[in-house]
């Protein structure tokens, strides 16, 4: 596994995109819209990883009530895996607690999984897959 991107919930593009292009000293190189999620994220490089922000879309949406609930800031931890079928069977055995029963379609060309919080030390970590073009 390799680390490929950190989520980080923000109340505004408009306002986070900059920021971070000047803190990071490089541009955003895609923004995307994940309607089945309620979310609009911005992807920044760096090396082998990526940042990604996440805005909400709605006023009930996961990133919406995240930021209600803890404001704005680290929102979850993604790590690239090459079979996540495996992957998703090999975390359940393990007793993590999986919060879709299968891959969906997440930004950014990826398959991706959740697993809760709870039984990660309070990290919502994901588990993604880049997706096969051919
Ligand atoms: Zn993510």
Redesign the pocket.
């Known amino acids: 596994m390799t680390i490929d ?1 950190i ?1 980080i919930a923000v109340k505004s593009l408009e306002i986070a995109i900059p920021l971070y292009e000047k803190m990071l000293g490089t541009s955003c190189y895609k923004t995307e819209e994940v309607a089945s999620e309620g979310v609009l994220t911005a992807f920044f490089k760096l090396g082998d990883s990526k940042i ?1 922000l996440l805005q909400s879309t709605t006023e009930q949406g996961v990133i919406a009530r995240f930021i209600e609930k803890k404001g704005e800031g680290m929102h ?1 931890i ?1 790590y690239a895996v090459s079979d996540l079928p495996a992957e998703m069977t090999r975390m359940k055995n393990e007793g993590f607690e999986l919060l879709n029963a299968e891959p969906k379609r ?2 950014d060309n990826k398959w ?1 999984c959740f697993m809760h919080p709870k039984g990660t030390q309070g990290v919502l970590t ?1 588990l ?1 897959q880049e997706i096969d073009q051919h």
């Open positions: 991107h989520g990604e979850h993604a997440g930004a991706v994901e993604c």
